[in-house]
């Protein structure tokens, strides 16, 4: 099966797309499947998202004359599927056109773009887009892909009449986990993502601030966003809490695990995430995590690996201080559960092999 993938950018400092669609290729290869990208850039770069697999090939087309550019490349590969990742964007709206034109199956991930506080963001933009295009290519798809069971709800919402699929975003699940010791010598609390307003690390600042705990400190690793870095910054500075706060900015590949690895607490304060592939991440070094409500992970209490909480800096304060109250071997003990539940259900062999069960049911209907 030859499959399409299209997308804004493989960047890395566009967060969790963009390592989702690489993962995802990476497996798809794996599992027999011929893989091309389209990203709509000049060049690719080191900033890129890396590919384990040299036999996916990544095609770099500007954005001038795109939907053309995409014809071209679509005629000479001639995909079973075209899947498009994102949202509002040139790159989007060609890859909809496109496979309209040549009656390819489109299956579209919105990456939580449609959910209630994307939505809010830049309101009256997409508002217009939205009436303008948007919908009525969305409605053209023939499958859209949810990541958990609260996207799919809201996207059902407002397409009614589309197919929706659940399908979760993948990890890869390191073989061993041995842990390591932070060069503070202090305890950690770790977030990872990108440093933006949408991820609750103002109230996060404000909740340290209540508890100042003793023999703990918070990392902070990720992106800078709209310069929202220096934001923390100055909030940390004005609280006196530099003690308590280190920023690594973006972090990838040793780097990144060593961090897990040095985390007893993951913490992601979120307003809203689509899906939070961090969570699973962390989980698969062995490190429990609390996160909201307003995050698809209601399940970790069930599971024991973790706690999820309102929104807001009361509740945090009151979950933070309980967790970090807990003897180390409780928190070990909770990370194992996580570690085991990540292996049965987000292994990202298992959800590559979804995504070909559904690509082969979209080019059976095709057919038929």
């Known amino acids: 099966m030859r499959i399409l993938h299209t997308i804004a950018s493989m960047q890395k400092s566009s967060g969790g797309p963009s390592y989702m669609?690489?993962?995802?290729?990476?497996?798809?290869?794996?599992?027999?499947a011929s893989?091309?990208?389209?990203?709509?850039?000049?060049?690719?770069?080191?900033?890129?998202?890396?590919?384990?697999?040299?036999?996916?090939?990544?095609?770099?087309?500007?954005?001038?004359?795109?939907?053309?550019?995409?014809?071209?490349?679509?005629?000479?590969?001639?995909?079973?599927?075209?899947?498009?990742?994102?949202?509002?964007?040139p790159i989007n709206r060609a890859s909809s056109a496109v496979?309209?034109?040549?009656?390819?199956?489109?299956?579209?991930?919105?990456?939580?773009?449609?959910?209630?506080?994307?939505?809010?963001?830049?309101?009256?933009?997409?508002?217009?887009?939205?009436?303008?295009?948007?919908?009525?290519?969305?409605?053209?798809?023939?499958?859209?892909?949810?990541?958990?069971?609260?996207?799919?709800?809201?996207?059902?919402?407002?397409?009614?009449?589309?197919?929706?699929a659940i399908v979760p975003i993948g990890v890869d699940v390191p073989q061993q986990i041995e842990p390591l010791a932070h060069p503070s010598g202090k305890r950690v609390m770790l977030f990872m993502g990108r440093l933006h307003p949408v991820k609750g690390l103002m109230n996060l600042v404000r909740a340290i601030d209540q508890l100042r705990p003793k023999d703990w400190c918070c990392v902070l690793a990720g992106p800078d966003?709209?310069?929202?870095?220096?934001?923390?910054?100055?909030?940390?500075?004005?609280?006196?809490l530099t003690d308590w706060f280190i920023f690594t900015g973006a972090v990838s590949g040793t780097a990144k695990e060593d961090l897990f690895r040095q985390a007893s607490l993951f913490v992601l304060p979120s307003f809203t995430e689509n899906f939070g592939v961090v969570v699973p991440e962390a989980l698969s070094y062995g490190c429990p995590v609390l996160t909201?409500?307003?995050?698809?992970?209601?399940?970790?209490?069930?599971?024991?690996?973790?706690?999820s909480i309102e929104v807001g800096v009361g509740p945090l304060v009151q979950q933070l201080?309980?967790?970090?109250?807990?003897?180390?071997?409780?928190?070990?003990?909770?990370?194992?559960l996580g570690r085991d539940y990540v292996?049965?259900?987000?292994?990202?062999?298992?959800?590559?092999a979804q995504f070909n069960a559904l690509y082969a049911e979209l080019c059976q209907r095709s057919v038929g």
């Open 21 to 32: 669609l690489a993962r995802l290729c990476d497996r798809l290869d794996e599992q027999g």
């Open 35 to 89: 893989v091309q990208v389209v990203q709509s850039l000049k060049v690719r770069t080191s900033e890129d998202v890396e590919l384990h697999n040299q036999r996916i090939t990544v095609h770099n087309v500007p954005t001038a004359d795109l939907s053309a550019k995409l014809e071209a490349i679509v005629r000479e590969i001639q995909p079973d599927v075209l899947h498009t990742h994102g949202l509002w964007l």
């Open 99 to 164: 496979a309209a034109k040549l009656n390819i199956p489109l299956v579209w991930t919105t990456h939580g773009m449609l959910r209630p506080w994307a939505l809010n963001h830049k309101k009256w933009k997409k508002k217009l887009a939205w009436w303008l295009y948007q919908r009525r290519q969305l409605l053209a798809a023939n499958l859209l892909h949810a990541t958990c069971v609260e996207e799919r709800v809201e996207l059902q919402a407002i397409l009614p009449n589309s197919k929706i």
């Open 225 to 240: 966003e709209g310069g929202f870095r220096a934001e923390l910054e100055a909030e940390i500075d004005s609280l006196g």
């Open 292 to 307: 909201t409500t307003a995050t698809p992970w209601s399940a970790l209490s069930q599971q024991g690996c973790g706690w």
């Open 321 to 336: 201080a309980a967790a970090m109250a807990l003897p180390a071997a409780t928190l070990g003990d909770m990370g194992s």
């Open 343 to 352: 292996q049965k259900t987000f292994a990202w062999p298992a959800v590559a």
